[in-house]
């Protein structure tokens, strides 16, 4: 059996999805539903059970799982990178990892966990995905902190050559709508246009950026996941990847491409930047794609507008957005 925690939520399913496009059904769910939207994802998708997450860790702590387990795919976490709640950030995003990972260790099972880019805090040390750099980053919100306590745990335990976690950057794509302010600005974008025909994007705060020309790795969530499924696929391939296209692009750039998916005429108002965001705030992310390349990923990254114009005219604008459907 394969486990996909997070199965239910933005990255999680759409790997369920793709297990699924791949003919395997034999899945178990972990995650937490509560009042959420989440469940939605859920409805066309194939697998064989759900767990709640707090039931699972129950059973990986006292050693009772019954079943035969292939992999872990480990992509449950809180993603909210303001949330303030320091102690449910650590518990959740390293302590609980912790404990699946040393489980399935030491069961020589696959691995598969998901970091951040929110590691690398404000970009001044660059966006390098080597082993050594890794230990010197400095995040800028407790999100990104709890994400590089782990990573450091996984190399202060030599266990990069036995797991694989995986630095997202701006990950967009089908079935991210329950994440309210943590959705793609795709989405957002997209029901900005149909509520008042603009979008609103922040102003820059640093000479060198004009206004929207701001620069993120944006990277489609089907990318990700044929990254995820060659890892699945090579479980000799193990360390800190980097996950994104390599190239950065600018807000202009994404929001256009929302609009031209759209066919509507580009409207963009520049508002200023909470106060509360100034000193969080990246102005530059682009993932070092070297390693993976250097291990044989064969994924080629889409160009960004394609992958907007696929997920607004396939996803966005159709009855049933869900990406199993």
């Known amino acids: ?135 010197a980053l400095k995040p800028i919100n407790m999100y990104g902190y709890s994400k590089q306590v782990f990573d450091l745990r996984v190399l202060r335990h030599s266990w990069e050559d036995k797991i694989a976690g995986i630095k997202f950057f701006n990950v967009f794509g089908p079935n991210e709508y329950h994440k309210e302010d943590m959705t793609s600005m795709i989405f957002k974008a997209f029901n900005q246009i149909n509520e008042t025909g603009e979008v609103k994007l922040f102003k820059s705060f640093l000479p060198k950026y004009p206004d929207g020309g701001q620069l993120r790795d944006f990277v489609y969530v089907k990318d990700c996941i044929d990254v995820m499924w060659w890892l699945f696929k090579n479980p000799d391939v193990n360390g800190i990847f980097n996950l994104g296209t390599g190239k950065a692009r600018t807000w202009n750039d994404l929001i256009k491409a929302v609009f031209s998916a759209m066919k509507k ?29 250097a291990a044989g990923c064969p994924v080629a990254f889409s160009l960004l507008e394609d992958s907007v114009r696929d997920y607004v005219v396939n996803y966005l604008q159709q009855p049933d957005p869900y990406l199993g459907k």
Not at 15 to 31: C, R, S, T, Y
Not at 78 to 88: F, I, K, L, V
């Open 265 to 293: 005429t580009t409207n963009i108002e520049y508002i200023e930047m909470p106060e509360a965001l100034r000193n969080q705030y990246q102005y530059f992310t682009e993932a070092k794609m070297d390693k993976f390349k």
């Open 1 to 135: 059996m394969i486990i996909v925690t997070g199965g239910a939520g933005f990255i999680g399913s759409a790997f369920v999805w793709k297990l699924n496009q791949e003919g395997i059904d034999d899945i178990l769910i972990v995650d937490r539903l509560g009042k959420t939207d989440k469940w939605k994802n859920l409805v066309n998708l194939r697998f064989v059970n759900y767990m709640h997450k707090d039931d699972f860790l129950e059973l990986i702590y006292n050693d009772t799982v019954n079943f035969e387990v292939e992999a872990i795919i480990h992509m449950g976490a809180c993603s909210s990178t303001t949330e303030r709640n320091a102690d449910y950030l650590w518990k959740n995003n390293n302590v609980y990892t912790g404990y699946l990972a040393e489980w399935a260790i030491e069961r020589s099972i696959r691995f598969i966990y998901a970091s951040s880019a929110a590691t690398y805090g404000d970009g001044s040390l660059g966006f390098s995905d080597d082993h050594d750099k890794i230990k």
